[in-house]
């Protein structure tokens, strides 16, 4: 089994690295790298040259997705509760269409 694990390791490393290689051959996927890769240098630099400033943006930035989070969560929360009554009401819409309809054939 061992081996067969680390042939299948293998078979993923030379797959995964036949794919990048084959997407480098798309001019905008080298575009969208190389500017990637610029803005991760670029914040490399900025965490080595002020640590403290960046730790105070990372925790600005989760401070806000904590925020974002308990909105979603208390959207799907009045989602939740709000549906059933949504769903009453459709059915009786729904029905009572029906009823005019059946009306118009009989």
């Known amino acids: 089994m061992g081996m067969e694990n680390n042939m299948l390791t293998k078979g993923i490393v030379v797959g995964a ?47 806000k997705l904590s925020q974002d989070i308990g909105a979603a969560i208390d959207d799907v929360t009045t989602l939740k509760e709000t549906t059933p009554t949504v769903i009453e009401f459709l059915q009786e819409t729904r029905d009572t269409f029906k009823g005019i309809e059946d009306g118009k054939r009989g």
């Open 17 to 63: 690295f036949a794919g990048m290689t084959l997407s480098l051959f798309h001019k905008e996927t080298r575009r969208s790298i190389e500017k990637e890769a610029g803005q991760l240098k670029e914040c490399i630099q900025n965490l080595i040259k002020d640590p403290k400033e960046s730790i105070n943006k990372m925790n600005h930035h989760l401070k």
